[in-house]
Structure formats: structure tokens, C-alpha cells
């Protein structure tokens, strides 16, 4: 009898620590979920709750960039700057194809060409190379940024990834690191 009574209160116990370990879990990743609302505000983007209470991020400067990117992309396909690199499917509708859209050729096309990009951006700053390799032109290095930041929004377009997609994703991305990194410090 002593046994279960001593069983049932250290399960009690056990169960009091997990509560105010879950209960400090929560308002961390509530302050969390704070710090990167404030960093979210900062650039641009508000927070707005739908109908079922989940939250959608609606992006001024980024949405402006996406869709100034899709149009870019959609003026390339009607002149038929594409023209063999697409799909079938997108080659036959580039006059009215509308974007984000699954096209693997283009998506491949433009991981290729990010991996082009970060060449460049790697020259733009050698200093990672080794300590007689002291190139650093900052001005080609933010322009090389700026390009790979666009190759990345085309491999969204041409992966049918929309932009809340990936603001979302990176901000489950983002949380997750910080999990980890909090993890790590125990």
C-alpha cells in the first residue's frame, strides 16, 4: 500500500514539475513570438488575425517586391525570353500565365542561377578566403545580396510558393532555430 501511495505521489510530483516547466515553455515562446512581431513591425509587416483566429502577415515592402518580381517575370515569359527553358505548360499560356506557377525547368534555371549569384557575392568579399585575401567592396557585396534576395523571390514563382508561404515558413523556420538554440543551453 505504502508503495503505490509513494508511486502516486512521486507521479504527482513529476507531473507539478512538468506543468511549471511546460507553463515556462509557453511565456518564452510567447516572448519570442513577441521579439519577432517587433522585428516583423519593423520591416514593414503587420500582423493581422483571419476569422479563425490565425495569424496572416500582410507584407507592404515585401509584397511590393514580389509582385514588382511576378511582373518582371511575367513580361520576360510574353516576350519569350524563356523560350525552351519552361515548361510546356507555361510556354503555351506565357501570355496570361499567372504566377506563383509549378514550373521545374524554371525553377532548376533559377537555382542555377542563384548558385551564380553567390559566386559573384563571394567575390565581392574575399575575406573570408584567407587572411592575404583582403578584397571587400561593400557596395558590390549589398548588390550581389540584392540580386540573389531576387533569384530566391523567382524560385518562389517558379516553385508556385507565394509569398505568405514563405514568411510563414521562415518564421516557423526562425522559431524552430531559436528552440534549438535554447535547447542547446541547457
Known amino acids: 500500500m505504502s508503495d503505490n501511495k509513494e508511486r502516486n505521489k512521486a507521479e504527482s510530483k513529476h507531473k507539478e514539475e512538468y506543468d511549471e516547466l511546460r507553463s515556462s515553455l509557453d511565456l518564452m515562446l510567447e516572448a519570442i513570438d513577441k521579439s519577432m512581431l517587433h522585428v ?8 493581422e488575425e483571419d476569422e479563425e483566429g490565425d495569424e ?4 507592404t515592402v515585401l509584397e511590393y ?3 514588382t518580381q511576378a511582373e518582371n517575370q511575367r513580361e ?6 524563356y523560350h525552351g527553358l519552361c515548361s510546356d505548360d507555361v510556354e503555351k499560356t506565357s501570355f496570361d500565365v499567372e504566377l506563383p ?3 521545374p525547368k524554371l525553377f532548376s534555371y533559377h537555382v542555377q542561377q542563384l548558385m551564380s549569384e553567390i559566386g559573384e557575392l563571394l567575390d565581392a568579399d574575399k575575406r573570408w578566403k584567407n587572411f592575404r585575401n583582403g578584397k571587400y567592396d561593400k557596395d558590390s557585396k549589398l548588390e550581389e545580396i540584392a540580386d540573389c534576395f531576387i533569384v530566391l523571390v523567382n524560385i518562389c514563382l517558379f516553385s508556385d510558393v507565394s509569398l505568405y508561404e514563405l514568411i510563414n515558413k521562415v518564421i516557423d523556420k ?3 532555430v531559436r528552440r ?3 535547447e542547446a543551453n541547457k
Open 56 to 59: 496572416e502577415y500582410a507584407c
Open 101 to 103: 506557377v509549378d514550373d
Open 76 to 81: 520576360m515569359l510574353k516576350k519569350g525570353m
Open 65 to 67: 517586391v514580389f509582385e
Open 40 to 47: 516583423l513591425e519593423s520591416l514593414g509587416v503587420s500582423i
Open 180 to 182: 534549438r538554440i535554447d
Open 174 to 176: 526562425i522559431k524552430e
